[in-house]
């Protein structure tokens, strides 16, 4: 599911002459938040339902270099979920579709005024519902994923 289409902004690029690795971590936020929006967590949804997500883990994976200018796509799919926590995988790709980073993350709904975990509110529910899902076996390649040495031979 494409949630956000953005550019490489001038003070995104580091002395490497490319975007800057928190900048990629920028643009996953952002995508969270376009994310959080389609799925009725708005700025308004937020104040309606007294509700929230934040992101409790996040696994980046840079794939290529992106630069000044450059178009970048943010798609989001859902790999697992519970009455309060959604485990969704994000992909920023070029305008030619290019993978440039990957973003594994897990949210959680949280009851603004208790500031604690809550199950999501029903209409937020719904929408969560009509995502992009996949199952168990059709995760994508770099889903998943552990950090860690490779093992010695």
């Known amino acids: 599911m494409a949630l956000l289409e953005t550019r490489v902004a001038p003070q995104w690029v580091d002395y490497n002459g490319h975007m800057n ?25 937020r104040r309606r339902h007294g509700y929230t997500l934040y992101t409790l883990e996040t696994h980046l994976c840079y794939r290529r270099e992106a630069h000044e200018g450059q178009p970048l796509a943010v798609e989001a799919t859902v ?10 995988f994000f992909a ?29 509110p029903e209409a937020v529910e ?6 992009p899902h996949a199952e ?12 860690g040495l490779p093992p010695r031979r």
């Not at 790999?79 to 969704?88: M, P, S, T």
């Not at 168990?136 to 950090?147: K, Y």
């Open 79 to 88: 790999l697992d979920r519970d009455a309060k926590r959604l485990h969704v």
């Open 92 to 120: 920023m790709r070029d305008a030619e579709g290019t993978l440039l980073a990957t973003s594994e993350q897990m949210l959680m709904g949280i009851d603004s005024e208790a500031g604690r975990p809550a199950p999501f």
């Open 126 to 131: 719904r929408a969560i519902a009509a995502l």
């Open 21 to 45: 690795d928190a900048e990629y971590a920028r643009v996953f936020s952002l995508g969270v938040e376009a994310l959080m929006d389609a799925i009725g967590l708005d700025a308004a949804g």
């Open 136 to 147: 168990a076996d059709a995760w994508p390649e770099l889903a998943g994923r552990r950090i």
